[in-house]
């Protein structure tokens, strides 16, 4: 890993900041269609919650304290108890997943669906691509992934487990 100073962490940095304008209006555009998608769940009769992340982190099982792996959304406290109601009223055994890349990042909402209370978790969040391979890798030796909610404080909200998780992997670490 570059040390700070070190030229690897100031070109990644320079490609980031190169990447400004349309990193923003990428991301703008993925809250936009959160909550377009979330209006509609809410015309066809369900409860929605949309929520932007505040980070959000591929993980794998090396990173951290525990063997959590999965996406994990990092959420404003001011979320944090629409997520926890909605969480309460469902199982959430199904979801749906949009995904963009743009410039090796990737831009994800997932929407956690409970169909039999009508409610949906949508989630919008961004991370960079090269970062998911050790979520990959741990997804399938399990044969699940996961998606992780928390605040900033570090306190997990929930946690769901997604059978068929392709949809939620980048195109590039797909078999």
Do not use: C
Not at 89 to 99: C, I
């Amino acid at each position: 890993m570059p040390e700070i100073g070190d030229d690897g962490d100031a070109d990644h940095i320079e490609r980031i900041a190169d990447k400004g304008e349309t990193l923003k209006s990428a991301w703008s555009q993925t809250n936009e269609d959160m909550q377009a998608m979330a209006e509609q769940r809410r015309e066809n009769g369900w409860e929605a919650v949309a929520i932007p992340a505040v980070h959000t982190a591929p993980t794998s099982r090396d990173a951290g304290d525990d063997d959590r792996f999965g996406i994990v959304y990092v959420i404003p406290n001011n979320y944090a108890d629409d997520f926890s109601e909605a969480l309460e009223r469902g199982e959430f055994p199904r979801f749906e997943a949009y995904r963009n890349e743009i410039d090796g990042f990737v831009f994800l909402v997932v929407e956690l669906l409970d169909p039999e209370t009508e409610t949906a978790i949508l989630l919008a969040g961004q991370y960079e691509l090269h970062n998911a391979q050790g979520m990959v890798t741990a997804a399938r030796d399990e044969g699940a992934l996961y998606t992780h909610v928390k605040v900033l404080d570090g306190t997990i909200l929930g946690s769901i487990r997604h059978e068929a998780f392709e949809p939620l992997v980048p195109e590039r670490y797909r078999v």
